[in-house]
């Protein structure tokens, strides 16, 4: 069984784009990645490292299949467990709920017992507000992308942030780099 789970929603397919990159650049033998419309607690339980990926939609909403699922999620003890987070938004349609889905499953799963790793710099970004930010610390609770706004930016964004998983996670097999080929 991979190492790692790589739970996501998308309605468009650009999370789910995301989510294989990132399977791509960690490993297919390290990641395994399951869409959460199609997945029970008991798959989170199996994991205790995760990645989760989820976009803001409109004012602040959270993705449909993680909305049907989220009272599932309340419920999961994620003690032990560590996790990364990425989110996908449009922060200039939208710059006021900027990445806050993100940041309220960051909460749920935090409630839950998790530890965060992957926090992510808000240098680079234009937007007035966002769940998804530290207070005062420069940060979002995970890796920040904007497929509307910052599509040729996600590639080297994923590069970096793999990097970092990599290390928190501790892993030793090779990353492979993202490219546009």
């Known amino acids: 069984m991979a190492q790692i789970g790589l739970f996501f929603g998308s309605d468009e397919g650009n999370t789910e784009r995301v989510a294989y990159l990132i399977q791509q650049c960690l490993g297919e033998d390290v990641v395994a ?5 199609d997945v029970t607690q008991l798959d989170l339980a199996d994991y205790n490292q995760m990645i989760l990926g989820i976009p803001t ?7 449909s ?9 309340a419920e999961v003890d994620f003690s032990g ?4 987070l990425f989110g996908l938004g449009d922060q200039f349609g939208y710059g006021d709920y900027f990445l806050d889905a993100m940041g309220m499953l960051h909460d749920v799963v935090v409630a839950g017992g998790a530890t965060i790793v992957g926090h992510w710099p808000t240098e680079g970004y234009d937007y007035e507000a966002s769940k998804a930010e530290i207070p005062g610390e420069g940060l979002f609770v995970g ?22 998983i990599h290390q928190a996670f501790g892993l030793t097999t090779p990353l492979s780099s993202l490219s546009d080929d």
Do not use: M, P, Y
């Open 143 to 164: 890796l920040a992308l904007d497929e509307d706004q910052q599509e040729e930016l996600t590639l080297s964004r994923l590069n970096l942030w793999c990097e970092q």
């Open 65 to 73: 299949d993680w909305e049907e699922f989220w009272d599932d999620v």
């Open 33 to 37: 990645v399951h869409d959460i419309a």
């Open 81 to 84: 467990k560590t996790i990364a």
């Open 57 to 63: 939609w409109d004012f602040g909403q959270i993705q």
